[in-house]
């Protein structure tokens, strides 16, 4: 069939779309949304212009000039409006809108808004903790539902020595004191016509670094470019994992600018789910106290993957490969973490770490990191070594190569861990970060927390990794018992499985025949 449909960033022809693992049917919809989405936001230039001129605390919206649509940036989950302040010397900022139809915003209203909380409180953390941490300035941010927040420094100066004092007083008396983002009550602007909210950060100009990901491809056989990198994300990631979080979760700003652990620990995978209408079934208020409860409920997560997305599975042998993957991932994770970490040290991670998120100067070293919605407080067992270290996909990596690079890293992490030890005093409280990330490697835990980071690679991450610690032989019946301990119901669901496919198969065929689809799929 030569009918092609539109994609966000390719066409896709049919033949193509039924062999894919992931549910293309629902991304058929993404390029249309995309359009409207846009053009409603450039129908609100001035707007835009009210706000950025708001949290900078300029006198007139005049002084900004927003960006032409062809020059906005925009990635798999927002899209970045620069916008000039001239009275800055032509300074740029940029405002950033989550995308609503690739957040689940519409399975499950408030997504956008917990994704915005989770960046703004990240930041918080990260300059009240790590100073030290690259990271653009965050000047305030707004929720959907209209509650504005604006940075400290950039308030009317009658209301910002009042909050100064405030934040000193409460200090004094040994309260907790408010972020550096304060709410703001105003009719200086209009009412939030976007229908999402929006971060408003500094635009990382070329002098201030270039992303990884351009120079990466030349670049990463480099020894002298690579040990830098590596000596940059080796300081980051001691310094963020110097300091204990009390639990699991993800870090917000409250109403009152309040810095909270309050937010369930905003992973990517659980967005991308709830995107595709799969629910995670862990609530926006949910934090963990143990690494039990927390892998517990991600299992869950896995599970419901599997209930939910309508061509989770290919055929009977498909589904039987799967329900043993996941019963056996629930059996096997006590082997895979330490007794002693099971109420901690919880840390700081960067869940979602890549190229593009990671700004260098020419000679790699770490300028700048950005797009920190997906941070959260983790295990300390759960910090690894990149996995795009050998440019292979999570579920494409090959133990030995990987481990040359990983040796390479955590040499470097060593040395930088032991510069740090004897510069300041260390907190005998927690291990040293290094070790753990060793012992992750030669326990096999590494390749468990990847499997569990990732719900469509977890089968051959498993299956290549994972079981052959426990078995290599006897595999046929390893499948033949396994899948009936998944669950009471699982020749139910197991058939429920096959007629999703079979369905999902149909309205798949029909999406790419339906001529009057693929014409409006190619009107921008």
């Known amino acids: ?30 390029y249309d949304q995309r359009n409207q989405f846009f053009a409603h936001l450039d129908d609100n230039h001035l707007w835009i212009r009210k706000v950025v001129a708001y949290h900078l605390g300029l006198k007139s919206s005049t002084a900004c000039r927003v960006a032409e649509v062809e020059d906005w940036l925009h990635g798999s989950f927002n899209v970045c409006i620069p916008v000039v302040v001239p009275s800055w010397n032509d300074k740029r900022v940029l405002i950033r809108f989550p995308l609503p139809y690739r957040v689940g915003e519409a399975f499950r209203p408030g997504n956008g808004d917990e994704k915005i909380r989770c960046e703004a409180g990240t930041y918080a953390w990260l300059q009240e903790n790590c100073p030290d941490i690259p990271i ?46 304060l709410r703001r009550q105003t009719t200086s602007i209009p009412p939030n016509t976007i229908g999402a909210g929006y971060i408003l950060v500094e635009y990382i100009e070329e002098t201030q670094g270039v992303m990884l990901s351009n120079t990466w491809e030349d670049g990463q056989h480099d020894t ?3 040990t830098n990198f590596f000596r940059g ?12 979080c009390p639990r699991i979760g993800s870090f917000i700003i409250d109403n009152d600018g309040f810095l909270k652990l309050a937010n369930r620990p905003l992973s990517i995978e659980l967005q991308q789910l709830e995107n595709e209408n799969i629910p995670t079934d862990i609530g926006r208020d949910y934090t963990y106290s143990t690494v039990d409860s927390y892998v517990v409920d991600l299992l869950g997560v896995h599970d419901n993957r599997f209930r939910y997305q309508p061509n989770a599975v290919n055929d009977l042998g498909d589904c039987i ?62 910090v690894n070594t990149p996995h795009w270290l050998t440019n292979k996909g999570i579920d494409q990596l090959v133990s030995p190569e990987y481990d040359v690079i990983r040796t390479e890293f955590m040499t470097i992490l060593s040395d930088e861990e032991e510069k740090k030890s004897s510069a300041t005093p260390s907190n005998n409280l927690l291990p040293r970060l290094s070790n753990v990330m060793n012992r992750n490697w030669e326990s096999g835990t590494f390749w468990y927390t990847l499997a569990l980071s990732s719900p469509s690679g977890v089968f ?14 006897n595999i046929e019946e ?47």
Not at 6 to 21: F, M, N, P, Q, V
Not at 460 to 473: G, N, S
């Open 478 to 524: 390893f499948n033949l018992i396994m899948p009936y301990f998944w669950g009471k119901s699982m020749v139910y669901t197991a058939g429920c499985k096959l007629a999703d496919k079979e369905q999902y198969d149909e309205q798949l065929q029909q999406a790419f025949e339906n001529t009057s689809l693929v014409g409006k799929d190619n009107v921008l």
């Open 224 to 226: 002298r470019l690579r």
């Open 321 to 382: 490969h799967q329900l043993s993957t996941l019963t056996a991932m629930r059996t096997v994770f006590h082997s895979f973490f330490q007794r002693d970490f099971r109420r901690g040290p919880f840390v700081l991670s960067l869940s979602d770490i890549h190229q593009s998120n990671i700004f260098v100067d020419a000679d790699w070293n770490i300028t700048c990191l950005v797009d920190l919605e997906w941070a959260c407080s983790r295990p300390i067992e759960l």
């Open 136 to 181: 653009p300035l965050l000047y305030g941010f707004a929720l959907s539902t209209g509650e504005t927040f604006t940075r400290l420094e950039n308030l009317p100066a009658l209301t910002r020595w009042f909050q100064i004092l405030r934040r000193k007083l409460l200090s004094w008396l040994g309260y907790p004191a408010p972020s550096k983002y």
């Open 233 to 244: 994300l080796s300081r980051i990631l001691l310094d963020m994992s110097r300091i204990p």
């Open 460 to 473: 051959t991450i498993f299956r290549e990794h994972i079981r052959p610690l426990f078995c290599t032989d």
């Open 1 to 30: 069939m030569s009918i092609t449909r539109r994609l966000l960033r390719r066409e896709i022809t049919y033949d193509s779309a039924k062999g894919k693992e992931v549910n293309i049917l629902h991304q058929l919809g993404y």
